[in-house]
């Protein structure tokens, strides 16, 4: 028999973060951002198997160069958000924001469904 601690421990061991960098060095506090922002998604929905964060710099005349992809994958889709803004902190931010609300919505469409049966 398994206890509830131990199902815990099994789950938390799927929910992993792949961060990957292009056209750019990150250093380790801008990685603990990434994983501290990014484990507020995990805390919405428990069944996200994986985030990949590719953090990027776009073209040099572009202001707004610090790009900020992540893509959650869930068992039967995924949820991809695509951010720029002039530094990484804010397109992290702004990713977590938008992929917060995707959560939410999709949670009370379930909620809802749940409900009206």
Do not use: W
């Not at 199902?7 to 750019?24: G, R, V």
């Not at 951010?83 to 938008?98: F, G, L, N, P, R």
């Amino acid at each position: 028999m398994i206890s509830n601690e131990d199902c815990f421990t099994q789950k938390m061991n799927f929910m992993e973060i792949i961060i990957s960098t292009i056209n750019s060095k990150t250093d380790i506090t801008l990685e603990n951002y990434v994983r501290e922002k990014v484990i507020k998604l995990f805390n919405h929905y428990k069944t996200i198997i994986r985030a990949n964060v590719v953090l990027r710099e776009g073209e040099n005349g572009n202001p707004e160069n610090k790009q900020c992809e992540i893509r959650l994958m869930i068992p039967g889709y995924d949820h991809f958000v695509k951010k720029s803004t002039d530094v990484y902190e804010k397109s992290i931010s702004q990713a977590v924001e938008v992929l917060q609300k995707i959560l939410r919505r999709k949670k009370n469409r379930i909620i809802a469904k749940r409900y009206s049966n």
